[in-house]
C-alpha cells in the first residue's frame, strides 16, 4: 500500500529537549515536504527537499532542521523545542511533475511543555 | 503575497442539504488548484485538481469548479460520512519547488442526521 508514515503519532516534550519526527514514504517520490497545521493558519510549509541531499526552507523554517540521505526518509528535527513549536506535523510527498499531487503522512500532534 | 481564504469557516447541514463552499485565491500564474478532505486525526487525503477556469469534476456527491480567482466545493444530498474538514490549496509558480503547496485555513463541514 502506498503510504507516508510518521512517527511518533504523538509527543510531549520538554522546552530545549532536542527530538526527531521520522518521515518515510514507499512512493519512491522525489519530493518531500514538511508542513505544520495551527487552527485558523491552516497548514504551512517548513521545509522542503527535491532529491536527496537537496533541501530547501519553506515558509517557516526558524527553530527546525532537515535532512535527505535517503530517497524515502526525510526527517523533521528540533534542536531545542520551544511551546511555540506546539502544532500538529504533516510530512507529505510527490513525483516531481508539478500536476500531481501531494500524500500526506497521518500526522505527529507534538507539545512542548 | 499569495493567498488562499475558505469560506464559510464552519458549516453546519442536515442530512440532503445541499450547499457549496468556497475557496478563493490570489495568486497569480496558477499552477493548480487543490482540494483535500481531512478527517479528525487523520491527514489530508486528496479529491480533485484543478488547472483552468471553466474546469469541473466530480466525485460522488463532491462536484469542483474554478474560475479565474475562486473555486467551490458543491456538495449534493450530502450525507453524515460527508463530515470532515475540507481544504483547499495552490500552487504557485517559481517558489518552494514544484511540490509547494499554499493552504486556506478550511471549511469543517458536518453534516447531520
Known amino acids: 500500500e502506498a503510504q507516508v508514515t510518521q512517527n511518533p503519532r504523538y509527543l510531549i516534550t520538554v522546552t530545549g529537549k532536542k527530538l526527531t519526527v521520522t518521515c518515510s514514504q514507499n512512493?519512491?517520490?522525489?519530493?518531500m515536504s514538511w508542513y505544520r497545521q495551527d487552527p485558523g493558519l491552516g497548514l504551512r510549509q517548513i521545509y522542503y527537499?527535491?532529491?536527496?541531499?537537496?533541501?530547501d526552507k519553506g515558509d517557516v523554517p526558524e527553530g527546525y532542521k532537515v535532512s535527505r540521505k535517503e530517497k524515502r526518509n526525510f526527517p523533521l528535527i528540533l534542536e531545542s523545542p520551544s511551546p511555540n513549536q506546539t502544532s500538529l506535523y504533516f510530512c507529505?510527498?510527490?513525483?516531481?511533475?508539478?500536476?500531481?499531487?501531494?500524500?500526506f503522512g497521518q500526522g505527529t500532534r507534538l507539545t512542548v511543555v | 503575497e499569495d493567498q488562499v481564504t475558505q469560506s464559510p469557516e464552519a458549516l453546519r447541514l442536515q442530512e440532503g442539504e445541499s450547499s457549496s463552499l468556497n475557496c478563493s485565491y490570489t495568486?497569480?500564474?496558477?499552477?493548480?488548484l487543490f482540494w483535500y478532505r481531512q478527517d479528525p486525526g487523520k491527514g489530508p487525503e486528496f479529491l480533485f485538481t484543478?488547472?483552468?477556469a471553466g474546469e469541473e469534476k466530480e466525485k460522488e456527491r463532491l462536484k469542483a469548479t474554478l474560475t479565474k480567482k475562486e473555486s467551490f466545493l458543491h456538495i449534493t444530498a450530502p450525507k453524515p460520512e460527508d463530515s470532515a474538514t475540507y481544504l483547499c490549496a495552490v500552487r504557485p509558480p517559481f517558489s518552494g519547488g514544484y511540490n509547494k503547496l499554499i493552504f486556506g485555513a478550511g471549511t469543517r463541514l458536518a453534516v447531520h442526521p
Open positions: 484543478l488547472y483552468s
Open positions: 495568486v497569480s500564474g496558477l499552477r493548480g
Open positions: 527537499s527535491m532529491n536527496v541531499e537537496v533541501t
Open positions: 512512493m519512491n517520490h522525489e519530493y
Open positions: 507529505a510527498s510527490s513525483l516531481p511533475d508539478r500536476n500531481t499531487e501531494a500524500f
